[in-house]
């Protein structure tokens, strides 16, 4: 099946610092991915939409300045976590969709875990 | 805006026990898709139902979307250790998903 890969996989960072968070479908092509937060035993909370060559959608509540989208190709949509502070302590999941895929399916990465000292 | 709620939140079975999960949407779905998460993993993809009313099985999973495209259920018939984890529903074009329900299996 398709792989998505995030990179890192953990980070740790000082308060006020930013971090960039990269995903990649490794096997197709993906106009559109997904970023979303996971608290611990929650559910995934959908951040924003990234599309290609295009500016991300937010979802109500999320700040675009503080998480920064940048979809640069096909096959890469970065995360950055502006200025970040502990309560930005999260685990974060990017998603694909193949659009070449017969259904709807997304195809998640491994996630990253960012604590914020 | 959309919501989703599973049901229920947590449970705990005994090996061989049937266990289901059920989805409610505040609004009408599109597709209905269903991922497994396990402990300390990501998010699996299982099935996508798209009909009113359909049924997919796949082996000892049996997925239902409900007719008027707003419920789905999920049942595991003869639990296994194997199916420990975090059951998410998810609908829509952007994948609104659920809470989740936490699946224990005991032996």
């Known amino acids: 099946g398709a792989v998505v890969s995030q990179h890192p996989s953990r980070v740790i960072c000082k308060s006020g610092t930013s971090v960039k968070i990269e995903c990649r479908s490794l096997d197709f092509q993906a106009t559109t991915m997904f970023w979303y937060r996971q608290f611990p035993k929650k559910s995934l909370m959908l951040m924003a939409t990234?599309?290609?060559?295009?500016?991300?959608?937010?979802e109500q509540g999320v700040e675009k300045d503080k998480f920064l989208i940048n979809h640069a190709s096909l096959t890469l949509s970065t995360l950055t976590v502006t200025s970040a502070h502990p309560e930005d302590s999260s685990f974060y999941i990017c998603?694909?969709?193949?659009?070449?895929?017969?259904?709807?399916?997304?195809?998640f990465g491994p996630g990253t875990r960012l604590t914020v000292l | 805006g959309q919501q989703v709620m599973q049901i229920p939140q947590y449970q705990h079975v005994q090996e061989g026990e049937d266990f289901t999960t059920y989805c409610n949407s505040s609004t009408t779905l599109s597709n209905i898709q269903w991922y497994k998460q396990r402990p300390g993993g990501h998010p699996v993809f299982l099935i996508q139902?798209?009909?009113?009313?359909e049924v997919k099985k796949q082996k000892r999973l049996t997925f239902q979307f409900g007719e008027a495209k707003k419920n789905s259920s999920l049942h595991i018939t003869a639990t296994q250790t194997t199916d420990v984890g975090t059951y998410f529903c998810?609908?829509?074009?952007?994948?609104?998903f659920g809470t989740g329900t936490q699946l224990k299996v005991e032996l």
């Open positions: 998603s694909a969709r193949d659009a070449g895929a017969p259904n709807n399916e997304q195809f």
């Open positions: 139902l798209v009909k009113s009313g």
């Open positions: 990234s599309n290609e060559g295009s500016k991300a959608t937010y």
């Open positions: 998810g609908g829509g074009n952007k994948l609104t």
